[in-house]
């Protein structure tokens, strides 16, 4: 047996001005519960500092920056850094990274239970808009206020086994579970912020939480691994944002979740063994991939016309005799 008792701390509403001290002080509140009740590792979810600011639009580029950390830690978050090495237990946390040459990421981190930062990810899908679009509800700007991730999808070794992450809408594009799972790793924490509303498809509004469920399952399944979805939750500013937190296993199954849509410590203690038998069996991707057939994959960003996909992959043209 390979236990990790994870906490994913859903949190509730965080307002535009809810200062960074207050905001990591709740934060703090979370994590000595998450301790009491066990937990080895705290999940927080994507961006977990501050309000979900990509839903506005800010014409001059100065204003954003009150939202990016320029250090981490930094002086306010510091003591987040500091609990997690007194009471011995790790976290993994997103925020906005504003790096020295002035490149805007959208960035989560792992620290280990000492309080020493030992993984780092940069968000790689992004989803939304670049220009302001006045006719939405509300703004989702994340491909003007963050580059595409830089680092990979990279695996940690940590509280005994193999930890991925990604965020948000990472989540549901099957490469992120499969460039990690390639590498071995056994559970991947994916923190969110997901409108419920959907301005350009409000069609998947009402099967959000389907969506997130399915690809946090399969993710899991397909990949031998545990998955932890952790999100800010509820109606932050006017904006109603789903919860559904929870700890998929490698058998598929939600082995935890998330019952409201506020500050809620969803906890399971994963085996991580439990990865073994699936990454052996049916998902030993050594003896069973076939990566020759997979060229499109990599080949090519959008669709293409099957005669641009014999181009490359020559296979889809050879005759079938
Ligand atoms: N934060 C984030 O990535 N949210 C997206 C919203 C998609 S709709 C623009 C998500 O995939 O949940």
């Not at 609990?83 to 990421?105: K, N, P, Q, V």
């Not at 932890?228 to 935890?256: D, F, R, W």
């Not at 030993?284 to 499109?296: K, V």
């Amino acid at each position: 047996m390979r236990p990790v008792t994870v906490a994913a701390a859903q949190v509730g509403p965080i307002a535009l001005e809810t200062t960074r001290s207050a905001t990591v002080t709740r934060l703090i509140g979370l994590m000595q519960r998450a301790k009491a009740r066990g937990a080895d590792l705290i999940v927080y979810p994507e961006l977990a500092l501050t309000t979900f600011f990509p839903r506005w639009y800010f014409e001059d580029e100065a204003d954003l920056d009150r939202f990016y950390e320029r250090q981490m830690p930094g002086p306010e978050t510091r003591p987040l850094f500091e609990a997690a090495g007194d009471l011995g237990i790790g976290f993994s946390i997103g925020y906005a990274e504003l790096t020295a040459d002035g490149t805007r990421f959208n960035t989560a981190i792992l620290v280990d239970t000492s309080g020493a930062i030992v993984g780092k990810y940069r968000k790689i899908h992004l989803p939304g808009h670049r220009e302001h679009e006045p006719w939405r509800a509300f703004q989702h700007l994340e491909k003007r206020y963050f580059a595409p991730g830089n680092l990979g999808f990279r695996v940690f070794d940590a509280f005994g086994g193999r930890i991925g992450m990604a965020i948000c809408n990472d989540r549901r594009w099957p490469e992120t579970y499969r460039v990690l799972g390639l590498q071995g790793a056994e559970m991947v924490l994916i923190g969110y912020n997901t409108p419920i509303h959907n301005p350009p498809a409000p069609e998947h509004d009402r099967l959000s939480w389907h969506h997130n469920e399915i690809v946090l399952q399969s993710g899991a399944y397909q990949n031998a691994t545990f998955v932890v979805g952790v999100a800010k939750a509820g109606v932050e500013e006017g904006v109603p944002q789903m919860g559904g937190s929870l700890i998929a296993a490698p058998t598929g199954e939600t082995i935890a979740q998330a019952v409201t849509e506020g500050d809620e410590l969803v906890i399971a203690t994963c085996d991580l063994d439990l990865c073994k038998s699936y990454r052996d069996s049916v998902f030993a991707f050594e003896r069973h991939r076939e990566p020759g057939a997979y060229a499109l994959v990599t080949g090519t960003k959008g669709p293409v016309t099957p005669e641009e996909a014999q181009k490359i992959d020559p296979a889809l043209a050879r005759p079938d005799d």
